[in-house]
């Protein structure tokens, strides 16, 4: 050996493995213009499709005249529920277990439902078509308020369902009734409140908002009639999902479909369902044997497309003077819109909301859930969270605030003396889960001391006497939140979707000259799965990630996986990779000690290559292998060097975090200052820090516009009244904070890698904290819970209500 | 959507009271007005051109008079469709006020309700332009039949743009 002779930590530089900062490869062409998204597809001879959609939120069709519409040039069809009716496709089963309407037939139940689908030769052409298509309606009571929609009065929303007692998910009570799901021991709950010495209730709402990608939801079909062949280009975040869906309800062969989801801007749950468009789009396609390209507007998408949320809360908790929790009853009014279209695993009709139980030791706890139909768009996706994670995460860490009020305890003081032990772990929580690993109050006593938190409670404590002295008009909140996420769906056990288990896979290809390519069933929306995906393989078979393609999105050459969304592609995918990548290690090993002339138990790992035992001169690197095994592979081997993994996970993870938001308030204006904002997560391994640092950034983003002020809203009519982005909060960095980010690492036990997955927990714990950091703020003025978003208007109005503003 | 206001006009009540029952005047005050014909006893015919914030469109829709006590109050109520960009149905209830022989005071009371893209979009400019198209009909109404002669006295919200307005320009 020289001096030229790299060291092993150069060697291990040089893979670029877990652990490096290395820069996305994608972002290459993204950040130089050159992405392929679906809008970028043109195909001969397309056609453009758009919808007529409602103005009403509730009327009956009375009738569509689109003979106007069929004189405007360029314009060759219009499709309404009547046409698809004769393929058998004008209503679609939903994730959910119901079915929806995918053009109105007989009824509208939303504003903006899509009525009829114009296919003409461009853009400009569908538009002036829609605008001569007549529709009369027969406007009806509308139904807004979930609260009212169990009512004995309430209108009939789905005259479909009528006379249906039982639903996807048990006995329905009434007309505008999905489902109820309960968990957890009533009695055991019930008798632990009646002991307690303190106990709290709240209504905790967490407003309808909207995950509004920067590109929406969009397709492009086309129909090869020769070949009986139907090809889509979508916005997919499960583009195998997509296509067994398709082949299920247009009952085309499943190898007859070629779905392909090419570079994706933005998901957050938007783009996991199936929309009217999709079908619309290849119904049009397969008529007029072209292509058609469906591409949504921003209305539409805000309007139309899956929202997320709209979960009303009534939580209480039982506790002992001292502060010891004992007890926790949450039942939830979920507003599922129109059509019950969430996109949750089949068994779980409320998602993972029984992970309400949050980071805290609750002996007992039960939960109530009831879905109800509203004159509302359909969805509840979980946006940038995993199933109703987000609800559930901000409903416990909420009355958490509420408790300590009650109780006079400091926040974090009462979270600390409730969080499940490290000694505790795996722990079984009293609705069900069992908790992989975490250590809270590592976390927990790590952000105090970063962000002296003792100090900032003594200022408070200042700032607050001076306001009752009448020298400021500011008033400081320190918001407190520590999350536990369950992410990862899922175990075959419990998790699938339409009865697919919730597996996910990799494939692994390695090629002579010592490169390769890995395909997968995820599909990376901007997560950056192009970079971290071969990172994972670097590491643990030896080969630089800059050297290993990562393929995703195609489903003739991806094996077949579930999707990116709930934080599942790491811990799922993620372990799929690692796990071709050992099968590929395995192999590599039998041709070293080949090469090597040695026995396999003789050889060990040494970064990128295998090394005979007690002679460091007797190295075969991967590289090298790579060529043997499509050279000289041991006699009675195959040669080649790949391999598949459909992984299905034995648990779910738990990644968890604390977050502190400092905020001062001016009561007069009720304008809001994030003075100072600490994320602190535990994500288990981790694969790449700037990456999860721009997952942060990202996440705590989201969560900063949801608490703040990101809503939809309908008004008592009907009428989504924050339908564009002139109404409906997207921060830019003007209105954003400035971050600070931190960590711990609690490996997860059952990963193969010991990752947990991030993308979602900044979300998860961010709404929380803001929303903490302004009722704490308000709490000295006597308010117990002020309801989400906080923007400017709503503060000035507490202000206003607690009499700190004339 | 509620508002009321009053407006002064220079005209006797039964001058006022006839040209709120003449299609041909309420056609050349009404903004936007494209047609409005009679079609029944004390019902009409109209296409509006109606414009909030991004959103414009043409209404087709159909005019009511009821609650008629000539020379002193009617209800003029109208419900009408501008295909993609909405729906909009309102009423306002007039009063006229003989304050000396050649001048009358007209109060209103307008309730309107808008649905579809015009809600969307519009939901927070609905309200000024609501007085702004309010103050322009009255203000051509009194042109009209108490001549150009007085400015109007009041007209809330007329003459500034919602824009102007929110920014405070002039």
């Known amino acids: 050996m020289n001096d030229m002779t790299p060291t092993r930590d150069q060697r291990a530089a040089a893979l670029e493995g877990m652990g490096c900062k290395r820069k996305r490869v994608e972002d290459i062409r993204f950040t130089q213009g050159k992405g392929n998204y679906v809008d970028d597809v043109k195909l001969p001879g397309m056609l453009h499709g758009d919808f007529v959609r409602s103005p009403h939120p509730h009327a009956r069709v009375k009738k569509i005249d689109d003979s106007e519409a069929l004189k405007v040039p360029g314009v060759l069809a219009v499709i309404t529920a009547e046409t698809l009716k004769t393929v058998n496709l004008a209503w679609m089963p939903t994730l959910a277990g119901d079915v929806q309407m995918v053009l109105a037939d007989g009824k509208v139940l939303f504003q903006n439902q899509e009525v009829a689908f114009v296919v003409a030769t461009d853009r400009y052409a569908a538009d002036d078509g829609i605008n001569k298509v007549v529709v009369e309606y027969e406007p009806l009571p509308p139904l807004v308020d979930p609260f009212k929609s169990m009512d004995p009065d309430a209108p009939v929303l789905r005259e479909d369902l009528a006379g249906k007692t039982a639903g996807a998910h048990g006995p329905r009570k009434h007309h505008n009734h999905i489902f109820e799901w309960t968990v957890g021991d009533r009695e055991l709950t019930d008798a632990a409140f009646k002991k307690a010495d303190v106990t709290i209730k709240e209504m905790i709402s967490y407003h309808r908002t909207h995950p509004s990608p920067l590109e929406t939801c969009q397709c492009v079909c086309s129909f090869d009639k020769i070949k009986g062949e139907l090809t889509i280009w979508g916005t997919f975040q499960a583009p195998h999902v997509i296509r067994t869906v398709v082949s299920l309800i247009a009952k085309l062969p499943e190898q007859k479909i070629h779905v392909i989801a090419p570079d994706i801007g933005g998901g957050f749950g938007n783009k996991v369902g199936a929309y009217p468009g999709y079908i619309c789009a290849a119904v049009a396609s397969i008529v007029t044997g072209k292509p058609v390209k469906w591409v949504e507007d921003r209305i539409e998408n805000l309007t139309a497309t899956s929202f997320a949320r709209d979960y009303h809360m009534t939580t209480e908790i039982a506790a002992t003077r001292d502060g010891k929790v004992t007890g926790l009853r949450v039942h939830v009014l979920a507003d599922h819109g129109a059509f019950d279209a969430c996109a949750d695993p089949s068994k779980w009709p409320a998602g993972f909301f029984n992970i309400v139980t949050g980071s805290y030791d609750f002996p007992t706890a039960h939960l109530a859930v009831d879905g109800v139909y509203t004159n509302k768009a359909p969805g509840g996706v979980a946006y940038r969270c995993s199933f109703r994670v987000t609800e559930a995460a901000y409903c416990i860490e909420r009355a958490m605030d509420i408790l300590a009020q009650k109780l006079g305890m400091d926040p974090a003081e009462l979270r600390l003396k409730n969080f499940i032990k490290p000694e505790q772990f795996p722990y079984h929580s009293a609705l069900g889960w069992e908790y992989d690993s975490g250590d809270y109050h590592t976390a927990m006593r790590k952000m105090m001391e970063t962000t002296n938190y003792a100090a900032l409670r003594k200022e408070q404590a200042e700032k607050r006497a001076a306001f009752k002295r009448g020298e400021t008009r500011e008033i400081m909140g320190l918001g407190v939140s520590f999350f536990t996420e369950i992410v990862g769906a899922g175990p075959s056990k419990n998790c699938d979707i339409l009865g697919i288990a919730m597996f996910d896979s990799c494939e692994i290809r390695l090629h002579p000259t010592g490169t390769g390519i890995a395909r997968m069933g995820t599909k990376s929306q901007g997560q950056g799965h192009e970079t971290t995906w071969a990172q994972i393989i670097a590491t643990e078979i030896g080969i630089p990630a800059d050297n290993i393609q990562v393929e995703e999105g195609n489903t003739d050459t991806a094996p077949y996986g579930l999707g990116t969304y709930g934080s599942r592609s790491t811990p799922v995918a993620g372990a799929a990779i690692a796990m071709a990548a050992r099968k590929i290690k395995a192999k590599a090993q039998m041709i070293a000690a080949y090469k090597l002339e040695v026995h396999e138990d003789d050889l060990e790992w040494d970064i990128d290559g295998f090394r005979v035992k007690g002679l460091p001169e007797r190295f075969l690197s991967m590289k090298d292998i790579c060529w043997a095994a499509y050279n000289s592979v041991p006699p009675g081997m195959e040669p080649g060097l790949e391999a598949v993994s459909y992984y299905d996970p034995p648990n779910m993870t738990y990644p968890f975090g604390a977050y502190l938001c400092v905020m001062d308030i001016d009561v007069d204006t009720g304008v809001y200052k994030v003075r100072r904002f600490y994320a602190l997560d535990d994500c288990g391994t981790r694969i790449n820090p700037m990456i999860i640092e721009g997952q942060v950034h990202g996440g705590l983003t989201e969560a900063f516009a949801i608490a703040m002020g990101q809503e939809i809203r309908y008004d008592e009519a009907g009428n989504v009244v924050t339908g564009s982005f002139m109404d409906f909060f997207m921060p830019t960095a003007v209105e954003t904070p400035h971050w600070e980010t931190d960590f711990t690492v609690t490996p997860s036990p059952h990963h193969p890698i010991g990752a947990k997955g991030v993308g979602e927990s900044p979300n998860v714990g961010g709404v929380p904290a803001f929303s903490n950091a302004v009722n704490d703020a308000f709490s000295f003025l006597g308010s117990t819970h002020i309801q989400m978003p906080h923007d400017y208007w709503r503060n000035w109005k507490a202000a206003k209500e607690l009499g700190a503003v004339a | ?170």
């Open chain 2, 1 to 170: 959507m509620q508002m009321n206001d009053s407006q002064r006009i220079p005209a006797s009540r039964e001058k006022v009271w006839a040209a709120l029952n003449d299609p041909e005047v309420l056609k050349q005050c009404i903004p936007g007005c494209q047609s409005l014909e009679s079609s029944g006893p004390n019902e009409m015919t109209a296409t509006v051109v109606f414009k909030v914030g991004p959103v414009k469109a043409t209404f087709g829709g159909k005019v009511t008079l009821s609650d008629l006590d000539p020379p002193n109050s009617y209800r003029i109520s109208g419900e009408g469709s501008g295909g993609v960009a909405g729906f909009a149905k309102g009423g306002a209830s007039v009063r006229l006020e003989s304050q000396s022989p050649d001048v009358t005071v007209l109060h209103y009371d307008v309730q309107a309700q808008i649905g579809g893209k015009l809600a969307q979009l519009g939901a927070r400019l609905i309200d000024s332009t609501a007085r702004k198209l309010a103050g322009e009909f009255f203000e051509s109404f009194a042109t009209v039949v108490g001549g150009p002669a007085e400015p109007a006295e009041q007209v809330s919200g007329g003459g500034k743009s919602w824009l102007k307005r929110l920014t405070g320009a002039t």
